[in-house]
């Protein structure tokens, strides 16, 4: 049963340091999981066809999702395992939590205004309602 921080490429380092902490804390491992939007996926795979004239197959979409969670985590983690995903970030998320049986779920989550939370959507604070497991929400400056 991991630890599981969800990241985007904005994540401060002060999400993963908690994240690492919990984990090391309870000698769980840590999983760093980035998700590839729908939106992201459809550019990536007018991109690939347009340079090679194959559709992105979802393997490949899921490594470079990896990537990006290997990038973030990078010189500020030292033991981790990053995991790529596709599809809708929060709903993708809190599935994940319920497949590897997640101890706990990690979030950064910063201040809105009134109008930015009616207007914007919150990947972090899906996750915080819907997810199974307890969710550590680390606010961000």
């Given at each position: 049963m991991p630890v599981v921080v969800a990241v985007d490429e904005d994540t401060k380092e002060?999400?993963?340091?908690?994240?690492?902490?919990?984990?090391a804390d309870r000698d769980l491992q840590l999983h760093v999981v980035h998700v590839i939007s729908e939106s992201t996926f459809k550019n990536l795979e007018e991109t690939n066809i347009k340079d090679t004239g194959q559709p992105v197959d979802l393997e490949t979409v899921r490594k470079f999702a990896a990537e990006v969670g290997e990038q973030v985590a990078s010189g500020i983690l030292s033991e981790y395992t990053s995991v790529g995903l596709?599809?809708?970030?929060?709903?993708?998320?809190?599935?994940?939590?319920?497949?590897?049986?997640?101890?706990?779920?990690?979030?950064?989550?910063?201040?809105?205004?009134?109008?930015?939370?009616?207007?914007?959507?919150?990947?972090?604070?899906?996750?915080?309602?819907?997810?199974?497991?307890?969710?550590?929400?680390?606010?961000?400056?």
């Amino acid at each position: 049963m991991p630890v599981v921080v969800a990241v985007d490429e904005d994540t401060k380092e002060e999400v993963l340091l908690e994240a690492e902490q919990l984990a090391a804390d309870r000698d769980l491992q840590l999983h760093v999981v980035h998700v590839i939007s729908e939106s992201t996926f459809k550019n990536l795979e007018e991109t690939n066809i347009k340079d090679t004239g194959q559709p992105v197959d979802l393997e490949t979409v899921r490594k470079f999702a990896a990537e990006v969670g290997e990038q973030v985590a990078s010189g500020i983690l030292s033991e981790y395992t990053s995991v790529g995903l596709e599809g809708d970030e929060p709903t993708r998320i809190v599935q994940y939590l319920q497949e590897v049986d997640a101890e706990y779920a990690v979030v950064g989550v910063h201040k809105r205004s009134p109008v930015g939370k009616a207007i914007f959507g919150s990947v972090s604070q899906s996750i915080l309602l819907n997810a199974d497991c307890p969710v550590l929400a680390v606010r961000t400056t």
